[in-house]
């Protein structure tokens, strides 16, 4: 569908990946025009949009979105998507691949978040495979916890992503704006991540790298998971892996010694999460210092400030096992003393 050809890198980033050109993006649903989709984002009005500074060259394909029954499934044809199609509104964000705008797509005025990133880049830091297996896996994501992706296309220089627009934006700088949460807010941002990974690990979906970045609000301050740009989807009787990647104050103890790992990953970055919400910032930071912060974590020297209450306490230590296997299941999360204490089921 298309083709990342290999050019001259100008720069480049510590990420790694497998190398290699996207040559297919699989998807077995039917696109949808966005129309169909719920967007309720409210009216943004016209000063949010500018004129288009994306010059648009080529066309590309939108894989699957929303699907339905077959009985009941529209019958539309197959959108092909470029650059035209939308109005490009304010930047969102910039990362190391590109940048986010919002944008509108003409046609039924339904607003996403428009995800720009440069094939040049995405060669020169060999990760092509690494967005084609996040397209394939985000793709087919549908939780009210975890952040749509309804498609892509592409011109010669640059992939487009479709996203899921949220509206309160990236919940560190939320984080960052309150210095730290309540407990009870912690509590809140906790059970929906419970809900969103119990989704994932079903369709045997690791996403190895939650942190706050990469976790999104949306209008009503419901919590969406974002970024799979290190997620993978194991298979049906090997379900582990080896690859080092993630963010280093929230890798495991596995990850670090390099050993092969699982979805218990996921709950080890959970009570990394908890303990940053509650904290401000998470427990095995040492700024400057990777090798203390690598120490830190493989002896899992956790300091729990006296504010902190015993429950919340008992709960970040039970995920912040050595042993993957002594971490509490999502089921146990959400029957531990602290959630009952604040989430009512």
Not at 118 to 141: A, F, H, P, T
Not at 152 to 172: C, P, Q, T, V
Not at 284 to 306: A, K, M, V, W
């Amino acid at each position: 569908m298309f083709r990342i050809d290999k050019m001259k890198a100008k720069s480049s980033v510590d990420r790694t990946a497998s190398s290699g050109h996207i040559t297919k993006i699989t998807n077995s649903n039917k696109a949808l025009p966005l129309k169909l989709l719920d967007n309720k984002v409210g009216n943004l009005g016209n000063r949010a949009f500018r004129s288009n500074p994306l010059k648009q060259t080529t066309q590309g394909k939108i894989p699957e979105t929303a699907r339905r029954k077959r009985s009941i499934e529209p019958k539309v044809p197959i959108k092909q998507w470029c650059l035209k199609d939308f109005e490009i509104g304010k930047p969102l964000g910039k990362g190391n691949f590109g940048q986010a705008f919002l944008a509108r797509e003409k046609a039924s005025g339904f607003i996403v978040a428009l995800k720009m990133l440069y094939k040049e880049e995405l060669v020169m830091s060999n990760i092509e495979n690494q967005l084609k297996r996040e397209i394939n896996i985000q793709s087919q994501l549908k939780h009210p916890n975890i952040l749509r992706l309804y498609g892509f296309f592409h011109d010669a220089d640059r992939i487009f992503l479709i996203l899921e627009f949220a509206a309160k934006g990236e919940l560190f700088a939320e984080l960052q704006k309150h210095k730290r949460f309540s407990e009870a807010e912690a509590a809140k941002y906790v059970a929906q991540m419970v809900n969103a990974l119990t989704y994932l690990h079903g369709k045997r979906v690791i996403h190895r790298d939650i942190k706050p970045e990469n976790l999104m609000l949306g209008l009503n301050g419901e919590l969406k998971i974002g970024d799979f740009g290190w997620s993978v989807k194991t298979g049906v009787s090997d379900n582990r892996r080896s690859t080092l990647c993630g963010t280093l104050d929230y890798l495991p103890p596995e990850m670090v010694e390099g050993r092969v790992h699982d979805k218990n990953v996921d709950l080890w970055s959970l009570g990394i999460l908890l303990y940053e919400l509650i904290c401000g910032s998470p427990p095995f930071e040492s700024e400057g210092n990777e090798d203390l912060t690598y120490s830190r974590i493989l002896g899992i020297d956790i300091h729990i400030p006296s504010y902190v209450s015993k429950d919340a306490a008992d709960l970040i230590t039970k995920l912040l096992k050595y042993s993957a296997n002594d971490r509490l299941s999502l089921k146990e999360v959400m029957h531990h003393p602290f959630m009952k204490k604040h989430i009512h089921l």
